[in-house]
């Protein structure tokens, strides 16, 4: 399943459908810069950057039987990246996202992935990506 972010309705639909990847764990971080030759100028010039992350989470989903549990893998590719942070001081991990918080702004998403704001990405469009396994968490 390919779901691609760009309103706030959008963001609404990932953050209960993820349920803001409650105890989630960041696996694979990949930042990209994109740049292209310009003839004229004779120089390569910023053509964007595209964030990636790999994302291991469970979420508790309650049906006719009772709850039941979810392992989820997610693939988060953030497009049209203007502004980002990631900032790992020694000791710390910024990898555990506690609760996922997000809203947008003038066209833009904004996606805060730990509590300390060390983690932090605006962007103009997301795409989330996942498969799930039912059964026991990891």
Known sequence: MIRFVKTA???TWLLDHTQAFPGGQITDLSVHKQRIFDDASGREIPAGTIITM???YDI???GGEGLSSISRIA???MRGVTDF???EQEGADFSEIGRLHAETSAGRLRFW???HGELYVICEEAALEEVSRPG???
């Open 9 to 11: 309705e959008d963001l």
């Open 54 to 56: 790999v994302i291991r």
């Open 60 to 62: 508790t989903l309650r």
């Open 75 to 77: 693939n988060l590719v």
């Open 85 to 87: 942070s990631i900032f």
């Open 113 to 115: 992935f730990d509590p």
């Open 136 to 138: 026991a968490p990891a």
